[in-house]
């Protein structure tokens, strides 16, 4: 049983920690046990000296850094941490300048695959401030990109700090908000006050003593039906336990790459780029002596020779609102045409 990961995402101030106070002490009700990893960009660990004065928990901190830049092998490390204290969830809280997407990609790496999946995806907004963050940040589109991000990947949206803005305000805010996320359900919010037990849907005390960290769980073979696979794909989407978010990973193991390309991989991100978030992988090319490490973002290739890896060859997709087994289903075929067949 994968364990279940929240994020909680938002813009510096919004309420992120406030929700992850409620978040716990409901998660205590239910007698789930919540592993926590806080990421702050300061060196001082203000949140997580905050939660340790509020409750009696284990926290896991990556200070002075981002985990969309530079602390995503710390994050691994981590997780995997938390991982061997066998909680019932892991609740992410993200510095305000986070892109939830990246985290989603960094959950797949292969070490983490088969022992977490995201669960939802939840990002807090201050409502007296979010429609002002376009013209403040002007000078630096990334960041807009990133809270905008933000928003487009959230499974719930929390608008939060209603306390401070009219009627009319938040009528404008709900508007903007839906053009970037016309989905996902906006909850209103004083103080992050949200119904948490809505957010721990489908959450259940599942860990148990038997659940030993390195067991390694089964690829979940989401191939086409009536054909055998010739890949074995791990989605976040798993029967035994419904995910809720629109942020979907699918991660494959490719032990073998036959004639493939890496103009072929590129047609295949190519056909999928209007639901592609974005991609990472490892690729061990017959005609190429050393591994290639491939990044999508942006709707951007790049490749750069990694003569350190010495896995075998991977790929994993992160994408919003796709059909899983359309993306299955092409990669196969582009496997096919390199001669990689059925057994
Ligand atoms: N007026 C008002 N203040 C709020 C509300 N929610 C949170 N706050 C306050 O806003 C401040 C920031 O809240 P946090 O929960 O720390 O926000 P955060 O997103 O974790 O902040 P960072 O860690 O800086 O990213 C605190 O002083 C909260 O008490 C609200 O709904 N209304």
Redesign the pocket.
């Known amino acids: 049983m994968r364990i279940p990961v929240l994020i909680l995402s938002?813009f510096?101030?919004?309420?992120?920690?406030?929700?992850l106070l409620r978040l716990l002490a409901a998660a205590g009700k239910r007698g789930l046990k919540p592993g926590i990893l806080m990421n702050?960009l300061g060196r001082k660990d203000v949140?997580g000296l905050i939660l340790q004065e509020s409750l009696d928990l284990s926290i896991s901190r990556l200070l002075d850094g981002c985990v969309c830049c530079s602390k995503k092998e710390e994050m691994t490390g981590k997780l995997l941490e938390l991982i061997d204290d066998r909680p019932d969830l892991i609740v992410i809280?993200l510095?305000?300048v986070a892109n939830p997407e990246e985290v989603a990609l960094a959950l797949s790496d292969p070490q983490l695959l088969r022992q977490v999946k995201l669960q939802r995806i939840v990002t807090?907004l201050d409502a007296e401030h979010v429609l002002a963050y376009n013209s403040w940040f002007q000078s630096d589109q990334a960041l807009v990109r990133t809270l905008r991000r933000q928003i487009e990947t959230a499974d719930v949206l929390v608008l939060?700090?209603?306390?401070?803005v009219s009627a009319s305000v938040r009528f404008k805010v709900e508007k903007a908000l839906r053009k970037q996320n016309a989905t996902s359900p906006i909850w209103p919010?004083?103080?992050?006050n949200i119904d948490t037990d809505l957010l721990l849907e489908g959450i259940e005390k599942t860990m148990k003593a038997s659940d030993a960290r390195l067991t390694p769980l089964p690829g979940r073979g989401v191939g086409v039906s009536g054909k055998r696979r010739i890949l074995d794909a791990v989605s976040n989407r798993s029967h035994e336990n419904p995910s809720f978010t629109r942020v979907a990973t699918l991660s494959f193991e490719l032990p073998s790459l036959g004639q493939l390309t890496s103009r072929q991989i590129e047609q295949f991100l190519a056909l999928h780029k209007e639901v592609l978030l974005r991609a990472k992988g490892y690729f061990k090319f017959s005609h190429q002596t050393e591994p290639f490490l491939l990044q999508y973002s942006g709707k951007r290739v790049t490749w750069e020779a990694a003569p350190q890896y010495e896995g075998v060859s991977y790929l994993v997709l992160i994408g919003l609102d796709w059909d899983e087994a359309d993306v299955i289903r092409e990669l196969e075929m582009t496997l096919e045409r390199n001669g990689i067949r059925n057994a």
């Open positions: 938002g510096l101030g919004s309420g992120k920690t406030t929700l702050e949140d809280e510095t305000g807090v939060n700090k209603l306390d401070l919010a004083i103080q992050s």
